[in-house]
């Protein structure tokens, strides 16, 4: 069963102080199970911030984060069960395409047998079964992309969080790698969340979009609402909208 995926009034304040900064500034996100959401905005904005809270990698200074319907705060980002895929990632260079997508299984002790079905299951759904014996350093750029979501993906994680994973690749592999994802994301049904700075790729890949700068939500909608219905003219301008 998919997640759902409940944002309401997150804040994010940093430092101490005299010296705070408030990037995130009441954010509220509805996202359905299944749904694959786009946060765009440019650098500095608040992304990574929101992903991180979402992962549990930073905790909010205020609000409510909830997954399938349970609060998540406070909770360990390790029992919240939510992968994520970043612009850097590091495959384990000594181990097997293969051990690389299993290491997590392996580390939870889970059985041998039941580890070789859930890596064949995975390379089945990226396609790379061809490589599952090859090591890291004998794959191109987008087949090590692939491994590193195939890693990801092994655990069945009930939220796929990305953020810009596709933005130290080149143009072309880039524009391939998005039906890719897109790919995975209908064979898995994973409710996933998605976070780029590139206009085309929100537009491309999202069903639903949501626009942020300094740290608030500025629209969210489909990319026929942002583009034909921009709610204000920084959204306009950002996704170059007729006028
Ligand atoms: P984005 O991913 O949209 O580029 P970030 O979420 O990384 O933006 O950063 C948003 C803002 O928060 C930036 O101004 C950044 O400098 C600041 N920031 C991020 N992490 C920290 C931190 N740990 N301490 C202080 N400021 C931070
Ligand atoms: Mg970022």
Do not use: W
């Not at 599952?132 to 069945?156: E, F, K, N």
């Not at 069903?207 to 909608?221: C, E, H, P, T």
């Amino acid at each position: 069963m998919a997640a759902s995926l409940h944002i309401a009034g997150i804040r994010k304040v940093f430092g101490k102080g005299d010296k705070t900064v408030e990037v995130l500034k009441k954010i509220d996100i509805e996202v359905a199970p299944g749904e694959f959401l786009i946060l765009v905005g440019p650098s500095g904005c608040g992304k990574s911030t929101l992903l991180n809270i979402i992962a549990g990698l930073e905790e909010p200074s205020e609000g409510e984060l909830r997954i399938a319907g349970k609060n998540v705060v406070g909770v360990a980002p390790a029992q919240r069960d939510i992968a994520m895929v970043f612009q850097s990632y590091a495959l384990y260079p000594t181990m097997s395409v293969a051990d690389n997508i299993g290491f997590a299984l392996e580390m939870r002790k889970v059985p041998v047998e039941q580890r070789k079905k859930r890596i064949g299951e995975v390379a089945a759904m990226l396609q790379i079964e061809h490589l599952l014996d090859r090591r890291p350093a004998q794959l191109s750029g987008g087949q090590r992309q692939r491994v590193a979501m195939g890693r990801a993906l092994a655990r069945d994680p009930q939220l796929f969080l990305f953020d810009e994973p596709l933005s130290n690749l080149d143009a072309k592999l880039r524009v391939e790698m998005r039906a890719e994802i897109k790919r995975l994301h209908q064979v898995s049904g994973i409710t996933s969340v998605y976070v780029t700075h590139d206009q085309i790729e929100a537009m491309t890949l999202g069903s639903r979009i949501a626009v942020m700068k300094d740290g608030i939500l500025q629209q969210i909608g489909t990319p026929d609402d942002i583009y034909n219905r921009p709610a204000n003219t920084y959204v306009a301008t950002f996704i170059g909208s007729p006028t």
